[in-house]
């Protein structure tokens, strides 16, 4: 069982920073794959990046176009997105998700997510 617990949005102004965090309780949490999601108003829950436990390969969506960041620190418990550059077009609830299985963009692959964090990109 993973408890997914996530921090750190809030409101940016366009070409802005945010580093968003994601506490996970559970013993196992190094073996899980982390993920990162966003919804924005009105639309379906979209892939944003991934990392296997050792943090060695990630996986990014392609809007994200090298301005966002995935990181994990397994000795904390908490992995990371680092978003720079950041747009309007990024509002939406982020939230992070634990996978059982590999490196995946497909919400089904998740088994646990958390309750998510609010950024709002400003123009």
């Known amino acids: 069982q993973v408890q997914l617990v996530e921090s750190g949005g809030g409101l940016v102004q366009a070409g802005g920073s945010l580093r968003l965090s994601c506490a996970a309780s559970g013993r196992t949490f190094r073996t899980y794959v982390m993920g990162w999601f966003r919804r924005a108003p009105e639309k379906e829950r979209e892939f944003v990046a991934a990392?296997?436990?050792?943090?060695?390969?990630?996986l990014y969506a392609n809007f994200v176009k090298g301005r966002f960041t995935i990181s994990r620190d397994n000795a904390k418990n908490t992995v990371y997105l680092q978003m720079n550059n950041l747009t309007p077009e990024d509002t939406a609830d982020y939230y992070c998700a634990a996978s059982a299985g590999d490196l995946a963009t497909q919400t089904s692959n998740y088994n646990y997510w958390g309750q998510g964090t609010q950024v709002l990109g400003s123009s």
């Open positions: 990392a296997t436990w050792s943090g060695a390969r990630t």
